[in-house]
């Protein structure tokens, strides 16, 4: 910025507003965010809030890239104060504690969050303090911000406190999952839920009446896509109806019927699938004497209806709700979490004749911009994510005004905001594909038999879901405050970050990774698959896991060193078994060499004994032991010069430690560092003593290692 332009942005700082901040900050692809934040009447003059609306303006201006935080933290805390003081005089300088003990207890925000929100306000104080313009406030009201900002409370980062997301395994409580294999089931299902309902848009599109309806559709300047309750276009729905019914397509025909709950209700509780004939009774139903459909509301037993979610003309023609969840899931297990699958657009899509990427921003992240997994032509990724690229693509075309967030990659709003229980719309068809008894859920076992533990999995989590929902339903006495319930479906969810966070955490440890180098690398390239740091990958998603699958890994991994540990154990404990360690007053007996006029402390004389072994045979290394080229046994004589050599053994070996860069020969000097090690333990101390005296006095050659 000139010279210039920065003295006229603080000559319109100081004009502006001391209660509004009028703030903009640039969001994602360049969009424009403006937002107000202002102080209500009764709080007018409170300079501690005067000071965080000074901050926003002059980031404002800056165009500062973590603006959103500081607007949304700083509104949050003005709503906080309006409700609870009733003027400046009556807010105590510790606020900040008060409002951290709220935020705990009322709003039930967990430690990490706590700590971001104060923060902010921290971050804010302390760039006011530093303004020349903070001093032109009256003494009292500095005094007050001041104490404001020495007492704000300090969170530590700690695992226990803080804890982790929930990974899939932890969402359920009636029975234990492993992550990996959740994931590779889902992925299954997934892909089998998504290729059907490609069958059932085929099916229904190629009928000649729907085709026409369609091309009206396309034509029309407000063309009436989605479906409505009240007063739908009958003309269009009839069509789909009988484009059903001729598909005679089992999975198909339930799909529809499945908006009605007493049939959704018959479906829960079969024990097997409906036949095509009883399908078409239940169907036959919901028809009017005169061949038309039911109305909404002439529903009795005998005149029953159906509704066209998810059967529309928009999810004809582009992705439904529920594929466009199932899609999210594939996304998650690629690691785009939430906020990274909102921002993106049909432009973010890199397809090609080989492979299929996309973009996408993970803003917590140092790299903020990243690519997704890359997926090669043949597999199913690629032919779903191209598919849905290819119906987004041409339904913009044709439709683009229906559409208020043209060109982007997802038409829904967070379909995980809503509950996954038996009463959701939005899931239904997902949850009808998980309940046994269903074509749709024969249907996709058949295809992907694997797919069926996640089917068991999700239909847990949605009966769970239900049963806590209908408890906290349940009328509450009037004079207890109701708390908001930790465990109901909303905190429950399988939502595309619960999915991440399973992926994040199983990968598995290796301990047999040849290298340093190695080791390194591999953790490189999978926390980046992951879209995280090495140390975030370990210290945050797989340190602080709980699930059954890092406990497990944790287990393999303990076992695998435990075999390693043990494979060591067993070569000392034969090295040992095989070493005889004898004093010199054995020698003579042992050996039948006479050593009575042998000097213990006398390098000659322990030459002259080991030129008495080497004519009986015997060859002596590395660092003194005595052994016959035919044999696995080796004799040690307790002597200090058998000391000093054992020690300058054991330093030769350190120093090699430090200067090998192979795997597998470190691990050969260790097994040989802790032989030494043992031998010299059986040494007396004052024979180790004077052989560390006789390696600082004499020139040992160096050990050969």
Not at 504 to 522: C, H, L, M, W, Y
Request: with cysteine; aromatic share 10%; net charge positive.
């Amino acid at each position: 910025m000139s010279k210039l332009a920065s003295n006229q942005s603080k000559q319109k700082s100081k004009n502006l507003d001391p209660h509004i901040a009028e703030i903009e900050y640039k969001g994602f692809y360049k969009s424009v965010v403006h937002k107000t934040v202002s102080i209500p009447p009764k709080l007018h003059g409170f300079v501690f809030l005067q000071c965080l609306i000074r901050f926003l303006q002059d980031k404002s201006s800056e165009g500062f890239y973590s603006l959103y935080k500081f607007a949304g933290g700083s509104q949050a805390l003005i709503t906080y104060l309006n409700d609870n003081y009733e003027n400046p005089r009556s807010i105590p300088t510790n606020i900040l504690q008060n409002y951290a003990d709220y935020l705990s207890d009322t709003e039930e925000q967990v430690t990490a969050s706590i700590r971001t929100n104060i923060s902010v306000f921290s971050v804010m104080l302390q760039w006011s303090i530093a303004q020349p313009w903070f001093k032109k406030f009256a003494e009292k009201d500095r005094i007050f911000v001041l104490s404001a900002y020495d007492k704000k409370i300090s969170i530590p980062k700690n695992s226990m406190l803080d804890g982790t997301a929930p990974a899939m395994s932890e969402l359920v409580k009636g029975k234990e999952f492993d992550d990996l294999e959740l994931l590779d089931s889902l992925i299954r299902f997934c892909f089998g839920f998504l290729l059907i309902f490609k069958r059932h848009r085929d099916l229904i599109t190629s009928n000649r009446r729907v085709k026409a309806r369609l091309e009206l559709a396309r034509a029309s300047e407000k063309p009436d896509i989605d479906w409505r309750v009240l007063h739908p276009n009958w003309d269009d729905y009839n069509e789909i109806f009988n484009a059903i019914v001729d598909s005679r397509d089992a999975t198909l025909v339930e799909r529809l019927l499945l908006s009605n709950q007493r049939f959704q209700n018959a479906f829960m509780d079969a024990k097997k699938p409906n036949t095509l004939g009883e399908l078409y009774t239940k169907l036959k139903s919901c028809v009017r004497e005169v061949g038309s459909l039911c109305f909404t509301h002439l529903l009795s037993e005998e005149n029953q209806y159906v509704t066209f979610e998810q059967l529309d003309i928009r999810s004809l023609l582009s992705p439904c709700e529920a594929e466009e969840i199932c899609l999210r899931w594939l996304l998650g297990i690629d690691r785009v979490q939430l906020s990274g699958q909102q921002q993106l657009t049909l432009q973010d899509i890199d397809l090609t004749p080989t492979h299929v990427t996309m973009s996408f921003f993970k803003r917590r992240s140092n790299e903020s911009q990243r690519d997704s997994t890359s997926h090669k032509r043949k597999t199913y990724n690629y032919r779903v994510i191209s598919y849905v690229l290819q119906l987004r693509e041409r339904f913009e075309k044709f439709f683009s005004a229906t559409n208020s967030d043209q060109q982007k990659f997802f038409q829904f709003d967070n379909p995980f905001a809503r509950k996954q229980n038996h009463s959701s719309v939005t899931f239904r068809p997902i949850i009808l594909a998980c309940t046994p008894g269903t074509n749709l859920y024969e249907e996709i076992g058949s295809i992907f038999p694997r797919a069926k533990l996640f089917q068991e999995y999700f239909k847990l989590l949605v009966d769970e879901n239900t049963s806590a929902n209908s408890e906290t339903d349940k009328p509450h006495d009037s004079k207890e405050k109701k708390k908001p319930n930790t465990d109901s479906p909303l905190t429950r969810n399988l939502t595309a970050n619960v999915i991440a966070q399973s992926r994040a955490i199983i990968d598995p440890e290796d301990p047999t990774v040849t290298s340093a180098f190695n080791r390194r690398t591999k953790a490189e390239v999978a926390a980046d698959g992951n879209a995280h740091s090495v140390n975030t990958s370990h210290d945050i998603y797989k340190n602080r896991s709980q699930t059954a699958h890092r406990l497990g890994q944790r287990s393999k991994f303990v076992g695998a060193v435990g075999r390693l540990q043990e494979e060591d154990a067993r070569k000392l404990s034969s090295l040992m078994s095989n070493t005889t360690i004898i004093t010199l007053d054995k020698v003579n007996d042992i050996l039948g060499w006479n050593v009575s006029s042998f000097k213990p402390n006398d390098v000659d004389d322990f030459n002259k004994l080991i030129s008495t072994a080497e004519a009986d045979g015997y060859n002596c290394a590395p660092f003194g032991w005595l052994s016959k080229p035919t044999s696995i046994e080796r004799i040690v004589i307790v002597a200090p010069v058998t000391a000093a050599l054992i020690l300058s053994f054991i330093k030769g070996c350190q120093i090699e430690l430090k200067n090998s860069s192979s795997q597998a020969r470190n691990h050969a000097i260790i097994v040989q560092l802790c032989y030494a090690k043992m031998v010299l333990r059986s040494f007396d101390r004052r024979t180790v003593a004077d052989g560390r005296e006789m390696l600082e006095e004499f020139d040992f050659p160096p050990a050969i290692i």
